[in-house]
């Protein structure tokens, strides 16, 4: 049940992105533009995600569990880290210079950008660096 779920979520999550224009890397990219031909239309994506998503949070923090019967996992951290600046700095740099976040860039990819292939390929190579760094940090704080 679980991952039907999953694929019914995945798959509203990604007509989502495809008719908002999130997919496309030349609407973001003109979202980002605000010194130039700014295009504000995914300001109003992002109002809309942000207002359903503040609703889905209050409902989800009463529940001990899921709709489906799981524990309910919610992030609840609040400190700001310099771990977290540089990783979001880095994500920011990434959408700007090719238009893709990760949500979108797999959406792409699915409907046949050679760009998004690219971006997805970059992506999962950055993710291995990383898991790299996590486990040597990690054997060096159990040596």
Request: proline share 5%; with cysteine.
């Amino acid at each position: 049940m679980g991952l039907i779920a999953a694929l019914i979520s995945g798959l509203i999550f990604g007509v989502g992105l495809m008719i908002s224009g999130m997919a496309n890397p030349a609407k973001v990219l003109g979202f980002l533009d605000i010194s130039g031909r700014w295009d504000p239309s995914l300001a109003f994506v992002m109002a809309g995600a942000i207002a359903i998503g503040s609703i889905a949070f209050l409902f989800a923090k009463r529940r001990k569990k899921s709709l489906l019967g799981l524990p309910m996992q919610i992030p609840v951290s609040t400190n700001v880290t310099v771990r977290l600046v540089l990783g979001s700095a880095v994500f920011g740099v990434g959408w700007g210079l090719a238009g893709f976040c990760p949500g979108p860039a797999l959406v792409a990819m699915g409907a046949g950008f050679p760009k998004a292939w690219c971006f997805v390929a970059a992506m999962v190579a950055g993710m291995v660096v990383f898991e790299i760094l996590e486990r040597v940090k990690q054997n060096r704080q159990h040596a």
